[in-house]
């Protein structure tokens, strides 16, 4: 069972707070309080579950678990594997100043697209991940592995690069993942992440049917799949980079590629309308991928 602690906005420290809505409790796998709420920030904007839960390993065990991960289809699974890392890494090198070619991907799961990619162009790469299953699977691919969790990892090594995609919105305490991420660069390294969006069109769209519905609310999901806990927004980042000594100096709010999955998902018609709708609204930014990158100072 997790800790579940309330306390003030992890990225300002306001106290001020507006409710959401419920969170689903229908699956509840770690026994989440009936009470328990998404809430947003009044002074920053960050979304959070509250009361926050802190998991255990055995809790880390149940929800990422076999199957969390689902298969990609071949347009997808190449541009995770391949556009992805390349449009993200040309971002990264407008506003990276460290020399060195040392990278660190956070919580790496089982793909590491970005750690091969780096690793293709002469990086020295090394993957943090907990899960001995996920490790595995990197190991396989011939990657270096750490399995300590990334709030342990010594701090007698410094990197050029941090990166860490779909992991910052998963952990409790995520002020203390961006403050290790500071520890660990070298000066004029950046951290780069890639958070979801809940604040998108659709996401809004979702919550306004799930109100008039008496629906729970949409944002996070953090008891079923994909369990995120916390909600970025641009305001939230800043306020992340300035407790962490770091100069948020990227924002990147497209690419999200929600228009190919209701290609693939949703049956013709309607599928084509959907990817239509989807593929505007990101190209006009109002789309649900969040990527920033922070560096500090030299
Ligand atoms: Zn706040």
Known sequence: MPRFLSGHCPACNGASRSSLGRPDLRANPVGAPSG????????????????MPFWTESDFRVLYGEGYFIPDSPRWG??????????????????????ARTMLEVGAGIYAHFCENLAQRGWSVLAQEPSEEFRKALERKGLA??????????EDRRFALIYADSVFEHVGDPLAFFQKASRLLAPGGVLYLVVPRERSLLGNLKQILAVLRGAPCPFLSAYKPPYHLHGFSKRSLRKFAEASCLD????FVREDWFWLQALERLPPVIGHLAAAGLWL???????GNLEVGLRKAD
Not at 41 to 49: F, V
Not at 81 to 98: C, E, M
Not at 145 to 154: I, R
Request: net charge positive.
């Open 248 to 251: 948020l100096l990227l924002v």
């Open 281 to 287: 609204a990101d190209r006009c930014g109002f789309g």
């Open 78 to 99: 190449t541009i995770r594997a391949k556009t992805n890392p390349n449009s993200r890494f040309g971002r990264i090198q407008g506003i990276l100043r460290a020399d």
């Open 36 to 51: 328990s709420l998404v809430i947003q920030c009044s002074d920053c904007g960050h979304l959070r579950i509250d009361p």
């Open 145 to 154: 592995v750490v399995g300590e969790g990334f709030l342990d990892l010594p």
